[in-house]
């Protein structure tokens, strides 16, 4: 079995789009609900950091398998600005969009694991895991 | 039975126990049971998701809108679950930022602890408390080999962290200068130097220093900017300002500060203190210069020590025990 998919973000819709495939490969994997909803509200919020920040980027989605584990992987880059102070996105209550936007915290929270690589000027990838327990 | 088995068990029972009868005895219960939730870290979505996976087995026919229904609702609960652990991860760096300044307020309190001296023929008082947990506020004496004692009150204007980092550079400059101490002009023409070259633009410090010499029984002075103090003369038994001149440190490098000289007879007293005491404010107002000469004045027949408690303890009540600038106020009498 080799579940995938690769959105491009350049709009509003790809966002949906690529939160509609994260439902589906979740739903598939066997996630209960809450984490559905979960891990759709995390590709939401790195979708939507590329739509606003990058301007396009893509968002690809698999499955993933570690020491008979079964989980989600989400990988969001794009070539982009870049974060200039990660540490900085990575705080609590910084969001530099002003709107009640979660930010990247949130994002890890929701999920299990959790990294992010960016260059100013070159561009940022975010990688993410939820594990079905 | 795990945890999340019990947890479902539990408030199963208790929504059947209300589905049964609407008692306010249940939903107490159930009060009771979302404190035990919070506590446990539960999120919101997962406590929608809880209810909804009982109520799908208390009802296995749920029409299929409603199904729908709770789907959005658990995901219109996720951006709270987001705000939630937000909140729950601020509020534990804020407990860790408190015990910070805990820390450094502790430190500053062993770095400015100033013990009174004893002098010969003469009685002390002082008192300084803080308005938050770090003061802007400053007093130190230093007491030489000849038993001439010094005096320093000073004030940054501002408050918190950034007055009391400033304060701690007052204080190492002035342990490193110690052969000035006998000049107050001096030892303000220094310090206005360092604040001038050190100290951002618009944080002032205003200062008051002083030297009491017993073998003379003479107090010379100094004042940059501080608010000024009071010299009361027992034999008349008036209390008179303690003006000096001389501009607050750090406004311009060149500056030069008088130095005035005050001899002390018997029960005479020189007042020092911070614009805390003096811009108290009570109900009606700002408290005037004269109501703290009356205050003085009302407590005058106890030792220095017991005067400045007092005055501190009346002007705190004045204003509802809410302390708005740092108060700091220092009393010299001479003893017959």
Not at chain 1, 10 to 26: C, H, L, P
Not at chain 1, 68 to 80: P, Q, T, V, Y
Not at chain 2, 85 to 113: D, G, K, P, V, W
């Amino acid at each position: 079995m080799n579940i995938q998919s690769c959105v491009e973000v350049r709009n509003e819709w790809d966002i949906v789009k690529a939160r509609q495939s994260g439902r589906n490969i979740a739903k598939e994997l066997g996630f209960g609900t809450v984490d559905q909803a979960r891990i759709t509200t995390a590709i939401s919020e790195l979708a939507r950091n590329i739509y606003l920040y990058a301007g396009n980027g893509e968002v690809a989605i698999e499955r993933v398998e570690n020491g008979g584990k079964l989980g989600l992987k989400i990988e969001a880059s794009d070539s982009g600005p870049g974060i200039k102070d990660i540490r900085k996105v990575m705080e609590d209550g910084f969001t530099t969009s002003g709107g009640l936007g979660a930010g990247l915290p949130g994002v890890k929270r929701l999920m299990d694991e959790f990294t992010i690589d960016s260059k100013e000027n070159e561009g940022t990838i975010i990688t993410s895991i939820k594990w079905l327990r | 039975m795990d945890d999340r088995d019990l947890q479902y068990q539990k408030y199963k029972s208790i929504l059947e126990n209300y589905l049964q009868e609407q008692s306010e005895q249940t939903l107490y219960k159930g009060q009771q049971f979302s404190r035990k939730m919070i506590e446990q870290k539960i999120s919101p979505e997962e406590a929608v998701s809880l209810h909804v996976s009982v109520l799908e087995e208390l009802f296995p026919d749920i029409p299929q809108p409603l199904k729908n229904s709770y789907d959005f609702l658990l995901e219109m609960m996720i951006g709270y679950g987001f705000a939630y652990r937000e909140h729950q991860s601020l509020r534990s760096r804020q407990q860790q930022l408190e015990s910070e300044i805990e820390i450094a307020a502790n430190m500053q309190q062993t770095l400015l602890a100033g013990d009174k001296p004893d002098v010969n023929g003469l009685d002390i008082g002082a008192i300084s408390k803080p308005a938050q947990k770090m003061s802007g506020d400053y007093y130190h004496f230093v007491q030489d080999e000849n038993n001439c004692m010094s005096v320093a009150i000073a004030d940054v204007i501002g408050k918190g962290i950034p007055a009391a980092l400033c304060m701690s550079m007052i204080k190492y400059t002035m342990d490193s200068a110690p052969e000035q101490r006998m000049q107050p002009g001096a030892v303000l023409e220094n310090l206005n130097r360092v604040v001038e070259q050190n100290v951002d633009p618009n944080m002032f410090i205003t200062m008051f220093y002083g030297l009491y010499d017993p073998r003379v029984h003479s107090f010379y002075y100094a004042g940059a900017g501080h608010e000024p103090g009071f010299f009361y003369d027992a034999e008349k038994d008036e209390f008179e300002e303690l003006f000096t001149k001389g501009l607050v440190l750090g406004v311009s490098k060149k500056t030069s500060y008088q130095e005035y000289q005050r001899v002390l007879h018997g029960n005479d007293m020189v007042i020092m203190l911070s614009d805390g005491v003096t811009e108290c404010r009570s109900s009606d107002g700002f408290i005037e210069r004269d109501e703290i000469v009356a205050m003085i004045r009302k407590y005058i027949h106890l030792s220095a020590q017991e005067i400045v408690d007092e005055v501190y303890r009346e002007l705190e009540r004045l204003q509802e025990f809410e302390l708005r600038d740092d108060f700091t106020l220092v009393i010299l009498r001479r003893e017959v």
